[in-house]
């Protein structure tokens, strides 16, 4: 049973800084890539980032690029995702997902939610003016 559980959340102001971390159990983790999701109020769950099994190839929505950072950690079954400059629309709560409902994983497979199969609960960052 795979388990992916995201910590790391919190209050920041804008401007600050936070990592969110997200440890996986289960299954073979260097195995799967690894994304980034969130979720604001009222609004559709939406990509953040990604990272393929290999870690040589990440993926950013247009809307974080230069700001926030994925990176994964195989020997600790960790993906994590830096997030700098944050700004008040990225509140949001964060979920980090593991890739299983798609063969190839690339720049269109990575924003797509159906290509990832196991999720966590979220963690919430909330970004103050």
């Known amino acids: 049973q795979v388990e992916l559980v995201e910590s790391g959340g919190g209050l920041v102001q804008a401007g600050g800084s936070l990592r969110l971390s997200c440890a996986a159990s289960?299954?073979?983790?260097?195995?799967?890539?690894m994304g980034w999701f969130r979720q604001a109020p009222g609004k559709e769950r939406e990509f953040v980032a990604g990272?393929?099994?290999?870690?040589?190839?990440?993926y950013y929505a247009d809307s974080v690029k230069g700001r926030f950072t994925i990176s994964r950690d195989d020997d600790e079954n960790t993906v994590y995702l830096q997030m700098n400059s944050l700004k008040p629309e990225d509140t949001a709560v964060y979920y980090c997902?593991?890739?299983?409902?798609?063969?190839?994983?690339?720049?269109?497979?990575?924003?797509?939610?159906?290509?990832?199969?196991?999720w966590g609960q979220g963690t919430q960052v909330t970004v103050s003016s």
């Open positions: 997902a593991r890739q299983g409902g798609c063969q190839y994983y690339g720049g269109s497979s990575s924003r797509d939610s159906k290509c990832y199969a196991y």
């Open positions: 289960g299954g073979t983790f260097r195995s799967y890539a």
């Open positions: 990272i393929s099994w290999s870690g040589d190839r990440s």
